[in-house]
């Protein structure tokens, strides 16, 4: 199992990989003499925040999943912090809005049209779960695991809701 430092630069290289995405879409990358940005430009940097934002959302679902062996002791409580990786979750679910831009669908996407239609919404669910996961890391600093669980079980309730809306297949 990935230990609470290969998780935390998983997530670095994560972000490392879409900063470059980008970095090398812009302009200064491009030879000197050339015409502006093409439109074309948009497709690859969806596909690429697409992939991003899936790898974010699978460790969010792989780390809600970790902290559920800690809590029912079928892993050694050594093999990882419950509350450091409440913690990551809290950072991860950060800034979820920023991950959807808009019209950012891929074929391979099961992101919903409709998420640009009722942004405010979308925004309102990413909020909610940030604000949960804040309250479990929080609660997982505590250290009383049965206020950890319910904390958990809030935040996938939470997790789900905007699965629900603007998932595809939900
Ligand atoms: C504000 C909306 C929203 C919130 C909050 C949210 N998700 Fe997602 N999630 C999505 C959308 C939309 C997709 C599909 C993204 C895509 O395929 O482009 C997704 C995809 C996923 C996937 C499948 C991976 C993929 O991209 O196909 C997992 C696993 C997942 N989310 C877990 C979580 C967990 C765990 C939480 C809570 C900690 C969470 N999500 C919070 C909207 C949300």
């Not at 995405?21 to 925040?49: R, S, V």
């Not at 679902?61 to 990551?88: H, P, R």
Request: proline share 5%; with cysteine; glycine share 4%.
């Amino acid at each position: 199992m990935l230990n609470i430092a290969s998780k935390l630069s998983l997530a670095a290289l994560l972000v490392g990989t879409i900063n470059t995405a980008f970095a090398a879409t812009t302009p200064a990358a491009a030879p000197a003499a050339a015409t502006p940005a093409p439109a074309t430009t948009a497709a690859p940097a969806a596909e690429d925040i697409a992939k991003y934002r899936h790898h974010i959302m699978e460790t969010l679902g792989n780390m809600k999943t970790t902290i559920e062996f800690l809590l029912k002791g079928k892993v050694a409580a050594n093999a990882g912090s419950i509350a450091d990786q409440a913690k990551v979750m809290a950072m991860l679910t950060k800034n979820i809005p920023a991950m959807f831009p808009k019209g950012s669908t891929t074929h391979k996407s099961d992101a919903m049209p409709v998420i640009w239609e009722k942004w405010a919404d979308f925004e309102k669910l990413a909020q909610d779960v940030a604000t949960k996961a804040d309250t479990l890391a929080k609660v997982a600093v505590a250290g009383n695991a049965a206020d950890t669980e319910a904390k958990l079980k809030d935040l996938g309730a939470a997790c789900k809701a905007c699965h629900k809306d603007f998932r595809k297949d939900n």
